[in-house]
């Protein structure tokens, strides 16, 4: 192709986010003490320790493991029973429970660390692996809090590690493919972006008055991690963890990072100044009088966020959708035309048309679908090999900082995640009762409140109940230093 390629960048935030196969080219040889702390000399393997060695933990290690430069040297899980499969896959790899006493005895044989754990734990592991200058993946969201992603994008700047949140989609063709579709003015001016997902399809979280015995192989205090100490409950984990507030993020945490990536990297948005929802669920039903502030996450969510635009021209409407719940078909598709994909989708509304994609931003088409036949527009954008989002990091930190870039470093992952979080805030805020007395009352009940939000100072600015979600306190004996 006689086109010069351009790297997958849009307005000044994004300029660090350079060309995506850098990652794979051609590395110089040279010594790792010329290359110093948190680098390593491409003649070596990358040895990476797994703190979460079951369920994702497990995939991505296998990923990893997929580059002949790779070593999986250690694996971190507060579970034996769900470390099992990694600890037969990597028999060589030393195995512990606590990820911190792993770092201590591990940090001269490790270069990196894959943090995935379940979401309230994902800073403090990462930012304790960055301290010691090690790289990191860390599975989406980056983190469970505005400020704890705040933090993290910060730390990596700070230690000069290669970072990536794993946002799969960020390395794949199609959502460069959407970006030079875009980027042709054939959609005009975007206003409107809806967005939506299946998600949840885990069990949501339902107040359990049993009591039970701790597995012995579950070192529970440790899972708590950051958490309020509280009694093992079996639907806490392994997978439920999803639906409570104390350690997942619900449907938008889990979902977003993969659906709304191309609205944040291709459009001009930083921030949204304002964010509203409506929440939906047989939850409403089961509150007690002193259930101020419920754990779980409700059934179904709508979420409407407004972004200024970073050109000056106006603002663009970003809504939300999930638990079953999904925008009006367009009417440019016809009856039997896919309107996303099983786990969601993505529309750009645009003056002149619109332009739609799945999950992770695969397949981008114009509507009316007929449009796509007549559609010729050059590839201008360099691509992940293999849209490898693993390997691509992999490759990266054998390059070392500054001379290599993935597509999620957590410069970029940060202020996404933060993007996504509010509207988490959002949606506690408006489940949060301040009335003392618990009940729903007209005159104390909130009900759908707007949220003004200030990001430069991570707060909201007309309800202040809500900041509490900005940033949780955490158990004694964690913290969170930069």
């Known amino acids: 192709m006689s086109e010069k390629r351009k790297p997958f960048t849009h307005a000044s935030r994004r300029k660090f986010i350079r060309n995506s196969s850098i990652a794979a080219a051609g590395f110089f040889i040279v010594p790792r003490h010329v290359l110093g702390k948190g680098y390593i000399a491409p003649s070596d393997k990358l040895n990476i320790a797994g703190i979460g060695a079951g369920g994702k933990g497990k995939s991505d290690l296998s990923a990893f493991a997929k580059s002949p430069n790779v070593n999986i040297v250690a694996l971190v899980d507060v579970d034996d029973r769900q470390a099992v499969e990694s600890r037969k896959n990597f028999p060589k790899a030393k195995y512990y429970k606590d990820f911190r006493e792993m770092l201590a005895k591990e940090k001269n044989n490790i270069d990196a660390c894959s943090v995935s754990t379940p979401d309230h734990t994902h800073a403090v592991a990462t930012l304790a692996a960055m301290h010691l200058g090690k790289h990191v993946y860390t599975q989406k969201p980056l983190t469970h809090d505005i400020y704890e992603a705040r933090i993290l994008a910060q730390a990596a700047k700070k230690y000069k590690v290669i970072t990536q949140m794993g946002n799969q989609g960020g390395s ?25 997902t299946n998600r ?41 963890w999803r639906g409570w507030w104390p350690y997942g993020t619900g449907a938008l945490g889990d979902m977003a990072c993969h659906i709304l990536d191309p609205v944040f990297r291709i459009l ?23 259930d101020h502030n419920p754990d779980w996450t409700p059934f179904s969510t709508n979420i409407h966020l407004n972004y200024p635009r970073k050109d000056g021209k106006g603002d663009i409407k970003v809504s939300w959708y999930d638990g079953g719940v999904m925008p009006e078909v367009p009417e440019e598709l016809l009856p039997g035309e896919a309107f996303g994909n099983s786990d969601g989708g993505v529309l750009f509304i645009g003056s002149k048309g619109k332009l739609l994609c799945d999950c992770y931003g695969a397949n981008p088409r114009l509507l009316p679908l007929k449009e796509n036949a007549l559609l010729h527009i050059p590839e201008t954008i360099a691509r992940v090999p293999d849209e490898d989002h693993y390997l691509q990091w992999v490759n990266a930190c054998i390059a070392g900082y500054g001379n290599a870039q993935t597509s999620s470093p957590f410069e970029y992952a ?28 007209a005159d104390k009940y909130n009900g759908r409140k707007k949220l003004l939000w200030d990001a430069a100072n991570m707060k909201v600015t007309n ?19 930069l």
């Open 172 to 196: 794949g063709n199609g959502v460069r493919r959407m970006q030079e579709i875009y980027d042709t003015g054939i959609i005009g001016h975007v206003d409107k972006v809806l967005a939506w």
């Open 200 to 240: 949840p399809v885990w069990p949501q979280a339902i107040p359990d008055p049993g009591t039970y015995k701790i597995p012995k192989e579950l070192d529970f205090d440790l899972w708590l991690g950051t958490a309020p100490k509280v009694d093992y409950k079996p639907n806490y984990l392994p997978w439920n």
């Open 268 to 290: 001009p948005i930083d921030y949204p100044t304002s964010v509203e929802c409506s929440v939906a669920g047989t939850w409403t039903f089961i509150l007690k009088e002193n």
């Open 414 to 441: 940060g202020p996404f995640t933060e993007s996504i979080l509010i509207g988490n805030v959002a949606i506690r805020s408006w489940m949060l009762r301040d009335n003392p007395t618990g009940r729903r009352t």
């Open 463 to 481: 309800y202040d109940l809500a900041n509490q979600f900005v940033k949780r306190e955490y158990r004694e004996g964690w913290d969170l230093t």
